[in-house]
């Protein structure tokens, strides 16, 4: 069989937007373009289509569709979570706990709430890139107000007990923000059982249209509540004013019914390439070993170390494979990434490491040719630079 190249193995960045997903979109852009705010009957037909898709997405998540709000994606939804909660507040007085494996959504509106005094702590992950919660326990002090932790991390899908931090928060009484962008869809899991406060995810990372994403807010949590952050008409309870993108709202919606039908089988599907993948990898190259842990991880990620080869250089010898060497976010700049870093690698290390990302639509033809080209290539590039290679083992080794 003939495998169509560039192979796509980047789906924790963004994934292709599933062809039933586009087809439903579609009538959305001309025979239904109406406004979902004006009263008249293009206004109307939008409008239930946003309900349509507003109910499939309560439904999944098991909550009302009266706490979810449509957003431009999870960076907005984390910052409305961010920034409304501390919008008339004394910084003195709340205290936010979260991670150093955080999505820089979530690193970076608290880094900014952090130079406007409030006191922020961070909880650093184990060598197995996870939260320990106890950590998150020791950590909580009387004006602890709330708690953000990302649910599975976007680089090396490593999944936190967030069920376990939930139930403190709920008996302390503490608000609880969840980044389940990487989580949803791919593994299950319930949001009231888990006392999560707020849900904040995407649709491009589930087979659904970029920029649209959702926030899910606790309105029996009479402390859920946010500040206006963004100011104009009252659509979305006034959180997220503007108006509604009802086409990428519909995608949104069928992306979601598909992963409720489909989720079992994409699990198995992503689980099947990627072991075979990795597999194939270790079973003929020395010197790889996984960042992160198998054992508490998403179905769709890979991400490990090729000792003796620099990541941005595999990817220039592998330009019919689309992958990653750190988070999109971060690519353009040489500079190890932050994730890795926090699990203890080395800069070596870190930037030696490669990232994976299985999808709905890869094949096992696809897996097997592309590993195949990570082989031939690792080996050509460990050939290239033997020399140096010694140089860079002993360098590690001393350390
Ligand atoms: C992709 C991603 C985001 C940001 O989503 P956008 O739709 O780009 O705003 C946030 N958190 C995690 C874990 C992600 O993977």
């Known amino acids: ?44 037909m939008a409008k239930s289509a946003v309900e349509n898709a507003r109910d499939i997405i309560s439904d999944f998540l098991k909550v009302s569709s009266k706490n979810i709000y449509f957003t431009s994606g999870a960076t907005e939804s984390i910052n409305l979570v961010h920034l409304g909660l501390t919008e008339n507040v004394n910084p003195k007085s709340f205290h936010i706990i979260t991670s150093n494996i955080e999505h820089s959504a979530t ?85 009231s059982e888990m006392n999560i406060d707020f849900l904040s995810f995407t649709a491009h990372k589930l087979y659904g249209p970029k920029g649209i994403g959702t926030l899910y807010i606790n309105n029996n949590n009479p402390k859920a509540k946010l500040a206006r952050r963004l100011f104009g008409g009252s659509q979305e309870g006034s959180i997220k004013p503007g108006t509604l993108n009802v086409p990428a709202i519909v995608g949104f919606g069928k992306a979601i019914e598909i992963c409720s039908e489909e989720m079992t089988k994409d699990y198995e599907h992503t689980v099947t390439l990627r072991d075979k993948f990795y597999k194939n990898i270790v079973s003929n190259l020395d010197g790889v070993s996984i960042n992160g842990t198998m054992k508490d991880r998403l179905p769709n990620n890979l991400n490990f170390f090729v000792e003796g080869v620099r990541a941005d250089k595999l990817m220039l010898e592998l330009r019919d494979l689309a992958f990653s060497n750190s988070s999109a976010c971060a690519s353009g700049s040489t500079k190890p990434s932050r994730i890795l870093k926090a699990l203890g690698l080395t800069d070596e290390q870190a930037l030696g490491s490669v990232r994976f990302g299985f999808g709905r639509f890869n094949t096992i033809a696809e897996i097997d040719y592309a590993s195949q080209r990570v082989i031939e290539a690792v080996n050509k590039l460990r050939t290239l630079s033997k020399d140096k290679l010694q140089f860079h083992k002993q360098n590690i080794e001393q350390i």
Not at 129 to 155: C, Q, Y
Not at 157 to 177: A, P, R, W
Request: charge should be negative.
């Open 107 to 191: 690193a970076e509106s608290l880094n900014h709430l952090a130079t406007k005094g409030f006191d922020v702590t961070i909880i650093n992950v184990d060598k197995t890139g996870t939260v320990d919660p106890d950590r998150i326990t020791s950590a909580i002090k009387t004006n602890t107000k709330l708690i953000s932790i990302i649910f599975a991390n976007n680089e090396i899908g490593t999944i936190n007990d967030v069920k376990t931090i939930g139930q403190f928060c709920k008996e302390q009484d503490i608000l609880f923000h969840v980044d389940a962008t990487q989580a949803v869809g791919k593994i299950k899991f319930d949001v």
């Open 1 to 44: 069989m003939r495998i169509k190249t560039p192979i796509y193995l980047d789906n924790n960045s963004t994934t292709q937007v599933d062809p039933r997903v586009l087809e439903a979109m579609l009538p959305y852009f001309n025979d239904r373009f109406g406004n979902a705010s004006s009263n008249h009957s293009f206004g109307w």
